[in-house]
């Protein structure tokens, strides 16, 4: 998927049946770090490059990511069927602790209860995580409740954020066995 604004120009492609393997480049190193652990805790493949204007700052390069990002698992995911649709994760990281739910329901949402203790980690304003979050929560299609147990340093604690949403969105992805070509859901569809 390509998405091409003014502000920025995302590049994505992602393998739901992947081995975690990330080529990441979005000209903010703290973004990359979290995308590589997505990819990895997921298990999905990355490839994202993202040019943006961060002259400005790293806010359209980092929404945009997301919306990207999102909208490439709506499309890999196509009608869902055969997946568990729901995962859920505790993470700790350690002396912060991230919980991740989520629901691949087709009715995007985002509950972030999480407080970081600095406004600025690396070149990142700490609020663009939330940013980036939603992003991806409504451009997917799922509903993600991303809550901060506990954590004081800001690295740890975005870094068990990421985590906790790749080993939840890991489960959430997986294909069910036991249901292996039924839509998850009573309506027999996953839609909003």
């Known amino acids: 998927m390509t998405r091409n604004t003014v502000e920025t120009r995302i590049d994505v492609a992602i393998d739901l049946d992947g081995s975690g393997r990330a080529e990441i480049a979005t000209g903010i190193g703290f973004l990359d770090h979290m995308l590589h652990a997505l990819a990895r805790h997921s298990l999905i493949d990355i490839k994202l490059r993202a040019e943006g204007d961060l002259q400005v700052d790293a806010h359209h390069t980092t929404e ?27 993470v700790p990281m350690d002396e912060a602790l991230a919980e991740a739910a989520i629901d691949l329901s087709g009715r995007p949402f985002l ?6 203790p600095h406004s600025r980690l690396g070149e990142m304003d700490t ?3 939330e940013e980036f979050f939603r ?33 939840a969105l890991r489960e959430a992805v997986q294909l069910d066995g036991r249901m292996p070509d039924t839509v998850p859901s009573t309506k027999g569809v996953l839609e909003a």
């Open 135 to 167: 992003a991806f929560a409504m451009n997917a299609g799922l509903a993600l409740h991303m809550v901060l147990r506990h954590g004081h340093n800001a690295h740890h604690i975005a870094e068990a954020c990421f985590k906790a949403a790749a080993r």
């Open 64 to 90: 945009d990511c997301g919306i990207v990002l999102g909208q490439a698992l709506r499309q890999a995911l196509s009608e869902k069927r055969g997946i568990q649709r729901y995962g859920h994760a505790v």
């Open 127 to 129: 609020e663009l995580f």
């Open 111 to 116: 509950v972030w209860q999480v407080t970081f």
